[in-house]
Structure formats: C-alpha cells, structure tokens
C-alpha cells in the first residue's frame, strides 16, 4: 500500500482486527474510518464520541450526527453511511478510496452511485501489522499467560482426579467430561480477564480431528489435547498454547509419538529465523515425520499423519499472517510472533500436538511460552 493511498474502513472494532489496530478502541458497532493524505478520521456516533477523543486522541474525531444533520438540511431525506463518507470525501476533493477486501459490497455500490470510485486491496491492509513492535509482543505474551493459567488449572483438576474401574476419570465423585475441564479453564482464564471460546480438550481418537473441541468422558491412560487461545479483554491480543497429557500410564506407541513431535517442535524452533522461507519450516517437519516412520495421508476415509501447518501468525487475529504450511509462500521477518505447533494423529494411538509461541529475530526464535512440557500426570 502506498503511504497516500486513501484509505476507509467502516466496522466495528470488537471484531475487525485492522479498525482496532488503528483505532485502539472497542466500539462494538460499525463506524467510518478514513485516512485522508496521511491523516485519520473516525466518524462516531453521539453515544461514542466523547470516549473516541479519549482513547483515539490519534485521530481526528467527528460526528456523525451533524453531518446527517447537514445532509438532511441538504435534502437527503435519509442519510446513510454512504452519504456522510460522500459528503466528507467531496470536502476533502477525493474521489477515489481504497478499502479492504472483505468491504462491503452494498457500500461499495453506493458510493459508486455517488461518484466515488472504490478499489479493494487484497490481502492485508495494514501489511505492518505482521511485524510486531515491542509493546505489541508485550501484549501477546500478557495473553500468553492467560492461557498458561488456564492450563494450569486445567493440568491440577486432571492430577486430582482419580482413576475409575472403566477407566474412565472421576473429579470429586462425577465424571470428569471434556465440558467440565473446558469450564474449568474458560473461568480461570475469565478471572484474569481474558475471553477463551472453543478452548480444545479432546481425549483420545477425537483429538485426530484437530479442531474438535472435545466431548463426553475423559478417559486414563490415552493422550488429551489441551489446545487453548484465549483474547485479552483490555487489549484484544490472543495468546495460544497446547499440551497433550497422559492420565495415568501412555502406551509405549503414545509415547514415541509424543517424543517425535517434540523433537519435529524443537526442530521447527531451529529453523525459525528471519529470512527463512516459510514453507521450508513446514517442509522440514515433514520429513522428519516421515523419516521417524510417521506418514501422513489418508487411510479408512479419513486423514492421519501431520497434516495441517506448523505454524501461524499471532496477534489481534488468532490466525493471521504469515502462514508456515506446505503452500505458504513468503520469508519470516524479524517481528514477526508464530505459534509452532506441529502434530501427529492416528486414531489407533489418538493426537499429539504441542504449541509454544515464537517471536521472530535476525538470529533466530525466542519461545514466549514459558509452561512446562509433560506427557505423564
């Protein structure tokens, strides 16, 4: 993006990452951002005005009622959006903006209607936010430990609990569910306000599929993923961390595939550096896999193996750029916060997966994930 492009935004920012990075507010309604030959300007509602100058002081604020209000003088009978970003454009003698990709396309056709030609970048809008600053890593590490504390409730609920004669797992006399254990850890990650939602907690062959939450029972002696990324409520940054833990005794095949994801992480940790080309990271686990005996593929209608990406940016988004999978394109930079999480799944063993956090330097990775790596509790 050039530095004069023009540029506008209209959503809200509890959920759109690019509004808040610019903004650094939560307004939980669309609203009009537009940058202007290097200078930003939010478009706020009398509800949210006052606190806009507050916590936007980078901004120039302005109000959206008095420009409806001059329109309707004007004799736009119902002023939309379309028209206040029209009105203040012509002010300005700008015809033409840019806005993201996934703008919306009813606005998009009004302003044309109205002279303004829209042209929509792909890709990211803010290309500077992949690389972060210093305060920006701060943040995610702060979010990081929210979901270390969550984890760690998670791993004292898990050694309390005692063995029942099916296997199945007890916590204070009732069955210890993948529900429980989630609630268990959503609430202490909520008491050190964060915000987790579909917190991972799968035992045994539903920790195959990646990205199931997890169900019913817990079970001893089988491999329970522990996958949980939780927002900070302050600064809308997200943490991510996974461990895979044994209740009782693994199997000698559970233990060799915990042993090779480890070591494919640690591995994954030393080829993590600025300059690296991402898919080579990714490749480089592969093979390894592959040469420990571990082939991934499809067998009996499903997939097994290693088959999602090693790893994926971190920060306002859960997943955001860069990628590290086999068709991610592009090189690491420094400033650059990546989980790396490779795993392995068979549904005869279940799932391993182990996730830590690493910021990208000129000389290689600092994890940012400080807890702990167990299989056996």
């Known amino acids: 993006m050039k530095p004069d492009d023009n540029l506008l935004m209209v959503a809200d920012s509890d959920y759109d990452a690019n509004m808040l990075y610019v903004t650094g507010m939560f307004v939980p309604d669309p609203f009009i951002?537009?940058?202007?030959?290097?200078?930003?300007?939010?478009?706020?509602?009398?509800?949210?005005?006052?606190?806009?100058?507050?916590?936007?002081?980078?901004?120039?604020?302005?109000?959206?009622?008095?420009?409806?209000?001059?329109?309707?003088?004007?004799?736009?009978?119902?002023?939309?959006?379309?028209h206040v970003i029209h009105a203040i454009l012509r002010e300005r003698g700008v015809r033409r903006v840019t806005v993201p990709h996934n703008f919306s396309l009813g606005l998009s056709d009004e302003l044309k209607r109205l002279g303004i030609s829209v042209k929509a970048r792909p890709g990211g809008f803010?290309?500077?936010?992949?690389?972060?600053?210093?305060?920006?890593?701060k943040k995610i590490s702060a979010a990081l430990v929210m979901a270390e504390v969550g984890m760690a409730e998670a791993m004292q609920v898990l050694r309390a609990s005692k063995i029942g004669r099916d296997g199945r797992l007890i916590?204070?006399?009732?069955?210890?569910?993948?529900?429980?254990?989630?609630?268990?850890?959503?609430?202490?990650?909520?008491?050190?306000?964060?915000?987790?939602?579909?917190?991972?907690?799968?035992?045994?062959?539903?920790?195959?599929?990646?990205?199931?939450?997890?169900y019913g029972p817990l079970r001893a002696n089988e491999p329970i993923i522990l996958d949980i990324f939780p927002r900070s409520q302050k600064t809308g940054?997200?943490?991510?961390?996974?461990?895979?833990?044994?209740?009782?005794?693994?199997?000698?095949?559970?233990?060799?595939?915990?042993?090779?994801?480890?070591?494919?992480?640690?591995?994954?940790?030393k080829k993590v550096r600025a300059g690296m080309p991402t898919a080579e990271v990714h490749q480089t686990i592969q093979e390894f896999f592959v040469q420990q005996g571990y082939k991934t593929g499809r067998r009996n209608g499903r997939m097994e193996g290693f088959f999602h990406g090693t790893g994926h940016g971190l920060g306002l988004e859960i997943h955001e750029a860069p990628r590290m999978g086999a068709t991610?394109?592009?090189?690491?930079k420094p400033g650059h916060v990546v989980t790396v999480?490779?795993?392995?799944?068979?549904?005869?063993?279940?799932?391993?997966?182990?996730?830590d956090v690493a910021l990208v330097t000129t000389n290689g990775a600092r994890n940012l994930t400080r807890f702990e790596k167990v299989l056996e509790i």
């Open 171 to 214: 916590y204070h006399n009732l069955p210890l569910t993948s529900e429980k254990l989630r609630s268990v850890i959503d609430t202490a990650i909520l008491c050190a306000s964060g915000l987790a939602a579909h917190t991972i907690v799968a035992g045994g062959k539903q920790g195959c599929d990646p990205h199931e939450c997890g």
């Open 33 to 82: 951002y537009l940058r202007l030959r290097g200078r930003a300007t939010i478009v706020m509602s009398d509800l949210e005005i006052d606190r806009a100058r507050k916590q936007a002081p980078h901004c120039r604020v302005v109000s959206l009622s008095a420009y409806q209000r001059r329109l309707r003088k004007a004799g736009v009978k119902q002023p939309k959006l379309g």
């Open 126 to 137: 803010f290309p500077e936010r992949e690389q972060k600053s210093p305060a920006e890593v």
């Open 328 to 332: 991610s394109t592009g090189r690491l």
């Open 341 to 355: 999480e490779p795993g392995l799944y068979y549904p005869e063993l279940g799932g391993v997966r182990l996730e």
């Open 237 to 269: 940054y997200f943490g991510d961390i996974t461990r895979t833990v044994v209740r009782g005794c693994a199997s000698e095949g559970v233990r060799r595939l915990y042993d090779t994801v480890l070591q494919g992480q640690k591995l994954a940790f």
